[in-house]
């Protein structure tokens, strides 16, 4: 029989996936993952993103063994391995989602697409997000994105029937792919068991704090729903995430209580919808990966692009403040960090050391485990103040220090230089009297490195820069079109108008 193949890319789960139930309704599967090399030497790749794949991978096989049909997993060029495929199985039919990645998977997709139409092969593609393709702008974004969160979850298939010799197990031939070590602590286990049991501890009990707690990193590796790698390589669907969640803010507003956790239920719910609002400006603006979104601000921080001395105390967490340096330490360490903790890092970045985000993307894309292309790039922007229609947040790094780690708890677990300051002086060591550094064994300069730079002055001195580029250029059309293009017709709060552009930024409170 020829069987129909099912091409894994993003979507490694057997529930809720519409390309796998189409492919089962016309007959035999073939179920498929390339391990493409070309791409985990892209500079936005790491070895924890790959030890998330490998286990989800592997959880897949199990899945689909059990269902009666191993997953084959094959390692190279994707042309040469579905050409040697073809010649074996004779199939005429592939099914996947779609992705919406970066330029090298969009690439990967035009040749893939080229090599369907050569061979006669029939590729269907399924949405797998909100995001939709072919987009000129936002109108009715949400709506369609409603419709398709609420309508029904596919089935899980009940059996699959075998093709050909069984294939080499994906655990072995995954074991022979080459990659770096890189170790990190508390890594996050990968694949459809830890997701699903990720996202019912959340919803059990771990949500009702949600909306409080996920500010602060003290707080929120706990009530976050750390679901944010499973939604990046589809081992659970973010309809199944949407639609259990919204059951679960119905059950607990039936029960006439629990006002806190229905209230982080909806922030919850909020959130899920900004994944695809986000993924959706890669989409319909592939270049954002390498160029402002908003033409206007090209070359805003063309000058720095070689900074070395700023770029490397970020990359080793040691630019002399303390939290900023902790929750470096914490990302770089772990994979995983809260996202405003995200946007101070990328702002910090962006206007304390004016960096160029070109430069300081691929570095947090690789610390990322659940780097997600669309997400990332459009929020990198975001930060950088590079959108033009997005309000610029430059965050205090001392501030967020005293409001998210008052007593220095944090600080203490990833600077151990400082453990023993006393909270009245971890927020700003480097102010201490040389006594107290002496006595606290942290003296300022050997111990623990001074900061890099006095962050309200530097902040003052971003916000001349920004100030002064939007003076000397005319930004208004180009952000008419971004706002057209990308804005949100979602009901939100905005700032009066006025003939500034900069005033007419949109804020978008993810937090």
Known sequence: MTPVVVWFKRDLRVEDNSALMAAIAEGPILPVYVVEPDYWRMPYTSARQWQFLEESLIALDQSLTALGQPLWVAVGDIEEVFTRMHQRF??????????????WTY???????????????????????????????????????????????????????????????????????????????????????????LLAGFLQSRAETYRGGMSSPLTACTVCSRLSPHLSLGTV???????????????????GGRSRFVASLKSFGSRLHWHCHFMQKLESEPRMEFEPLHRGFIGLRDNQLENSEHLQRLTEGCLGWPFVDA???????????????????????????????????????????DFEAGIHFSQMQMQAGTTGINANRIYSPIKQSE?????????????????????EWIHTPWKMPLSLQQ?????????????????????????????????????????????????????????????????????????
């Open 90 to 103: 004779q199939f005429q039919r592939m099914h996947s989602h779609e992705e919406t990645g970066p330029g």
């Open 439 to 511: 006595r606290f064994g942290c003296v300022i300069g050997k111990h623990y490195p001074e900061p890099i730079g006095e962050p309200t002055q530097l902040a003052r001195e971003a916000r001349a820069k920004l100030k002064l580029w939007i003076e000397q250029h005319d930004l208004r059309p180009e952000t008419a079109r971004v706002l057209e293009t990308h804005g949100s017709r979602r009901k939100q709060s905005r700032p009066r108008k006025t003939k500034k552009v900069s005033d007419q930024q949109i804020s978008l409170d993810l937090e």
């Open 237 to 255: 669907s973010l309809r199944t995430v949407w639609q259990l969640s919204q059951t679960r803010r119905d059950e607990l507003k039936s029960e």
């Open 107 to 197: 690439s990967r997709d035009q040749q893939v697409k080229a090599w369907s139409a050569r061979n006669q092969i029939e590729w269907i593609e399924h949405r797998q997000h909100g995001v939709m393709r072919g987009r000129a702008d936002r109108r009715h974004w949400a709506k369609q994105w409603a419709g398709l969160m609420d309508a029904s979850r596919q089935p899980l298939a009940t059996e699959l029937i075998a093709i050909g010799d069984p294939p080499k197990p994906a655990a072995e031939v995954l074991s022979g792919v080459s990659m770096n070590p890189e170790q990190i602590t508390d890594a996050q286990p990968g694949g459809l068991v830890a997701g699903d049991a």
């Open 327 to 369: 929750c470096l330490r914490c990302l770089r360490q772990t994979g995983w960090i809260n996202f405003r903790m995200r946007a101070m890092l990328v702002a910090v970045a962006s206007y304390h050391l004016w960096l160029d985000w070109r430069l300081t993307a691929p570095i947090f894309a690789r610390w990322f485990t």
């Open 403 to 423: 409001d998210q780690d008052p007593d220095g708890q944090f600080i203490r677990q990833w600077v151990p230089e400082l453990s023993q300051v006393s909270s």
